[in-house]
């Protein structure tokens, strides 16, 4: 993938409801230069993923460069949270579950046999389809839980607190309730405190499954605004079923495909040439909503 350095400025363009081919693509708050302090961040090469016998993944090459968002889109069934499980060392815990191939982070081979995985999850965080707090836990207690879990010392938690519910674009909605459970939230802000849970731990990468597809439509652009602030200092790699989010959050895009064989990526490039001048016409097709 390129870099881009046409990135227009205003995120208040972003229009829910236009058709993916009528909107401002690629609409970031900041351009990529200023976020790309330097071209480290996450890698792949030659992925596969098996489950069983069923070749579910092929030959998955992607660079996701510091601070960037990537959008992985494609329909269902073509592996993209298989690929999304592999950049954080989950798909091997799956009974059945093999890989081949290579994940780098900043460099480091991830699947090395020094490698600690707690390290690595609490490096990769992620964040699920359904927000998933844990609803015996305040709102405080849920955000500070991978600390604990992590034994990570931390000097002042009030601060991490405000920091990362901040961040998330949930501080003002909570700062007042923070000894409620979790659980006492709507579903749009359970999923922004998952992402302040995921923060707390200060990831360089977030993972996250389709976060949006259970909120109503205000939940779901405070999540990318969220997402858009986040991109300062955070690698996202974003799995969405919908188009117009896509073209709104992300700097590049993925396009994954199966179609009865294993998943493969038909085309990655920057979102707005995946969205206005594909090189492949199954991208414009799915893109434009005529298949999947
Ligand atoms: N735990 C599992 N055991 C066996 N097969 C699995 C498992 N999880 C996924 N698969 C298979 O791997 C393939 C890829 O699934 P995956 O969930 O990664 O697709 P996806 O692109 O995320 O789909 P969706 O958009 O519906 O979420 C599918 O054929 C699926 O049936
Ligand atoms: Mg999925």
């Keep these: ?35 790309m302090v330097n071209m480290s961040g996450l890698q792949t090469k030659g992925i596969h993923a098996w489950f069983g016998s069923h070749h579910v993944l092929e030959d998955i090459s992607l660079d996701f460069p510091s601070n960037t968002v990537t959008g992985l889109i494609g329909p269902s069934g073509c592996g993209k949270s298989t690929f999304l499980r592999m950049l954080n060392r989950m798909h091997e815990f799956i009974p059945s579950a093999s890989m081949a191939g290579e994940v780098f982070l900043d460099g480091e081979e991830i699947y090395a046999a020094d490698v600690d995985v707690a390290a690595i999850r609490l490096q990769v965080g992620m964040v ?37 519910l901040t961040r998330a674009g ?8 923070l000894k409620l459970s979790g659980a006492s ?20 990468v977030l993972l996250m499954d389709e976060p ?7 939940s779901t652009l405070k999540i990318e605004d969220t997402i858009h602030e986040l991109s300062d200092t955070i690698t996202v790699v974003i799995v969405t079923h919908n188009m117009q ?11 994954f495909l199966s179609d009865g064989h294993p998943g493969r990526i038909v085309e990655a490039d920057r979102t707005d040439v995946v969205f206005t001048s594909p090189k ?3 991208t414009a097709d799915y893109v434009q909503g005529r298949f999947g």
């Design 1 to 35: 993938m390129e870099t881009s350095q046409n990135k227009t400025s205003n995120p208040s363009l972003f229009t829910p409801g236009k058709m993916p081919a009528e909107m401002p693509i690629g609409t970031r708050s900041t351009s990529l230069d200023e976020r």
């Design 128 to 164: 699920f389809q359904k927000p998933n707090p844990f609803p015996s836990m305040t709102i405080a207690e849920n955000v500070l839980a991978g600390i604990k879990l992590a034994n990570i010392k931390v000097k002042d938690k009030d601060s991490l607190l405000e920091e990362c």
């Design 170 to 177: 949930l501080w003002k909605e909570v700062k007042d309730r």
């Design 185 to 204: 939230l709507s579903g749009g802000q359970q999923q922004r405190l998952c992402i302040a849970r995921a923060l707390a731990v200060k990831p360089k």
């Design 212 to 218: 949006c597809s259970a909120l109503d439509p205000g």
């Design 245 to 255: 989010q896509a073209a709104r959050v992300s700097d590049y895009c993925a396009f």
């Design 280 to 282: 492949d016409q199954r």
